[in-house]
């Protein structure tokens, strides 16, 4: 049985040049056998944004806490607790955090293996 | 661009004599072109349940808001803000909202097609 705060699980930071101040959690994944997709928690810290890239897999993202916006392709969209955003396959695409707090999110993409 | 409040899609009620109190609402699916999986969000009113069920394929939850219990098997968890459930295939299943507020979570689901 894995149903417990995601706060219990570890968080890792994201380190690279083109990050600042995120850390991930992967919530659901390998460790519990998950066959089709991996739900990961990330949270970023106010002023800190994600890698604004791009890849050939989706992203099904839910904005739990916090405010920010996300960067798809040649627009910018204010999100907040609630908001939900499809990032389909090869779009470009970042997310940062514009308010004055922790911006929480879920992230789920699909199981590589 | 898919990118808005969970709230600005429509919510349907899940009716049923086994299920109370319960709106769907599939934030992030077929009518987005989803290839791997569907997210949902499922809103619970104070006293509200859902099915009490099994099925062959597995949920990846994530609880937003409110307060309540997952039964898992022979067992109750209980569950709030931030807490993750990963319910295997076929394995039984209900969440219970146990507090005074509406119980908000999503629950992403494999794309059957």
Redesign the interface.
């Known amino acids: ?7 219990d ?1 570890a968080a890792v930071n994201v380190a690279s040049d083109q990050v600042r101040d995120v850390t991930m959690r992967v ?2 994944g390998p460790d ?1 056998s ?4 991996i ?1 990961r ?1 990330f949270e970023i810290a106010p002023g800190g944004y994600s890698y604004k890239h791009q890849h050939d897999y ?1 992203h ?1 993202i ?1 904005f ?1 806490a916090g405010h920010g916006e ?1 960067v ?2 040649d ?1 910018t ?1 204010p ?8 990032i ?2 090869n779009a470009l695409h970042q997310i940062r955090n514009t308010g004055g707090e922790t911006l ?1 999110f ?1 992230c ?1 993409i ?1 199981n590589p293996e």
């Open positions: 049985m894995h149903i417990k705060p995601y706060t699980i919530v659901i519990q998950a066959p089709n997709f739900m928690v989706e099904e839910f739990h996300v798809y392709e627009r969209v999100v907040g607790p609630g908001a939900i955003a499809f389909k396959p929480t879920i789920v699909p």
